[in-house]
């Protein structure tokens, strides 16, 4: 360093003096390290001064956590003293006063102190004192906890508890935490934690408490390790008990049915283990058991006024039970109108699209045939042609020559002549009469009884 960095050190180094303002002369990064049992460690120290214009003096030295100190190091820049005991298990970083720990081992955890006197050159009768102080823990990774449960096998809702353990085979400063279906447990008042949150208690256990168990394991070294998951299962009920049938018409407690018709009853509850269920008759004051299962079958022509039912659940392992009764009423329920809208509205869209699928078609036809046949021309000379003409079928002149075969008389009564001119085909097919002051012509038809064999001959 020339002349003018020397000054301005100088200049620095004396304003420090008169301010006594605090200079940061050394930094450590980290003043806490979490070291790996077996592995190398690092307590790095950065100095911020010009070594080669400076003289240092120091030492590290170790109180552990029983209290007792060691000396592990002395240095100066020009030499360093390593303690006999920490010569191969130590490494100084010169010059940085950095130290090095080979391999930890539990004897290495506690707090090391680093004392540092640094005089420059340019100033006479000045000392500056540096000290710090590294906390080092030493842990051992945490292995695969285990989880147990007592007692083994599923328990009973409001009658038992239950105790949770999680323990590691190896892992130092272990911190546990407790889930079920994969979500955190806290304290309650039915659940309780050990000091170190190794032990969950449930007392009592309740329905909500069945799940998954496990726990995780973890330390400053060692990121959460889970557990096997166990389950745990809890007897209880039976709770919110139902009677429901799909037919009939139910109001509140009473259900009413039409005269004839047959009706099923289910009756359900939560439970575990599933429940045994009775279904019980009440009529004129007597009270008798139909049948056991959740399903009952009624035939309404058997009832002859209102009668009361009973569904009764009863879970043999909690030994609780519940009851839900209804009334059986028969009465007509007309034309089942309600139905038939509901069933409707369920098929509105298919009914919809259906309909509108034929209205499109019948439209498209409709397009067809007027562009094609042209109907109101065909209309037009049906109208128009001659009512003989509309009526007659239409002939070639040859195809009717068996209708036409006969014997004719003509019979003349005295007129006009001249009009009486016609062919024997056009007066067979006279139909009425034209005019009074004409001649008419009375024609009459022999036909042979055998026409094709007339024919022949």
């Given at each position: 360093m020339g002349a003018t960095g020397g000054s301005a050190l100088y200049v620095c180094s004396l304003l420090f003096i008169l301010t006594e303002a605090s200079s940061e002369f050394i930094h450590i990064p980290s003043l806490v390290h979490h070291g790996v049992e077996g592995k190398p460690l690092l307590l790095s120290v950065e100095t911020r001064f010009p070594l080669d214009e400076v003289e240092i003096q120091g030492t590290w030295s170790l109180t552990r956590p029983s209290g007792s100190r060691s000396t592990l190091v002395t240095f100066t820049k020009a030499a360093t003293i390593t303690d006999m005991m920490y010569r191969n298990h130590l490494v100084f970083r010169e010059p940085n006063v950095s130290l090095q720990i080979r391999e930890l081992t539990p004897d290495d955890e506690g707090d090391y102190h680093l004392k540092l006197n640094i005089e420059f050159h340019n100033r006479t009768g000045r000392v500056i004192k540096e000290e710090r102080t590294v906390h080092v823990t030493v842990d051992v990774?945490?292995?695969?906890?285990?989880?147990?449960?007592?007692?083994?096998?599923?328990?009973?809702?409001?009658?038992?508890?239950?105790?949770?353990?999680?323990?590691?085979?190896?892992?130092?400063?272990?911190?546990?935490?407790?889930?079920?279906?994969?979500?955190?447990?806290?304290?309650?008042?039915?659940?309780?934690?050990?000091?170190?949150?190794?032990?969950?208690?449930?007392?009592?256990?309740?329905?909500?408490?069945?799940?998954?168990?496990?726990?995780?394991?973890?330390?400053?070294?060692?990121?959460?390790?889970?557990?096997?998951?166990?389950?745990?299962?809890?007897?209880?009920?039976?709770?919110?008990l139902e009677v429901n049938s799909g037919q009939g018409l139910r109001t509140g407690e009473v259900f009413t049915i039409n005269p004839g018709e047959l009706v099923f009853f289910e009756c359900q509850a939560d439970s575990n283990p599933p429940n045994s269920y009775v279904?019980?008759?009440?009529?004129?004051?007597?009270?008798q058991v139909i049948t056991e299962g959740p399903r009952l079958e009624v035939r309404?022509?058997?009832?002859?006024?209102?009668?009361?039912?009973?569904?009764?659940?009863?879970?043999?392992?909690?030994?609780?039970?519940?009851?839900?009764?209804?009334?059986?009423?028969?009465?007509?329920?007309?034309?089942?109108?309600?139905?038939?809208?509901?069933?409707?509205?369920?098929?509105?869209?298919?009914?919809?699209?259906?309909?509108?699928?034929?209205?499109?078609?019948g439209c498209m036809l409709l397009v067809f045939i007027r562009r094609t046949c042209h109907p109101k021309r065909v209309l037009m000379s049906i109208y128009n042609r001659p009512l003989t003409e509309q009526k007659r079928p239409h002939r070639s002149g040859h195809e009717d020559a068996t209708e036409d075969f006969g014997i004719y008389e003509f019979i003349s009564i005295p007129g006009k002549m001249e009009?009486?001119?016609?062919?024997?085909?056009?007066?067979?097919?006279?139909?009425?009469?034209?005019?009074m002051h004409t001649t008419i012509y009375d024609v009459i038809r022999h036909v042979p009884e055998t026409p094709t064999h007339s024919l022949l001959q």
């Open positions: 990774p945490v292995s695969s906890p285990v989880i147990e449960k007592s007692p083994t096998s599923a328990v009973v809702e409001d009658k038992a508890n239950v105790t949770w353990r999680c323990s590691v085979e190896n892992g130092t400063r272990v911190v546990f935490q407790w889930l079920r279906d994969n979500m955190a447990l806290a304290p309650s008042d039915r659940y309780h934690f050990s000091q170190d949150n190794s032990t969950l208690f449930i007392s009592p256990v309740r329905k909500e408490d069945k799940g998954t168990y496990s726990c995780l394991a973890s330390n400053p070294v060692s990121r959460g390790r889970p557990s096997r998951a166990v389950d745990l299962n809890v007897y209880y009920g039976p709770y919110n279904w019980i008759s009440k009529s004129r004051n007597v009270t309404s022509y058997r009832l002859a006024q209102a009668e009361e039912y009973l569904c009764r659940a009863f879970n043999n392992v909690t030994q609780k039970q519940d009851e839900a009764q209804f009334t059986l009423v028969v009465a007509s329920l007309g034309t089942g109108k309600e139905k038939h809208t509901q069933e409707g509205s369920s098929l509105s869209p298919l009914a919809a699209i259906t309909v509108s699928s034929l209205f499109i078609i009009s009486a001119q016609a062919s024997c085909r056009s007066l067979a097919r006279l139909e009425s009469v034209q005019d």
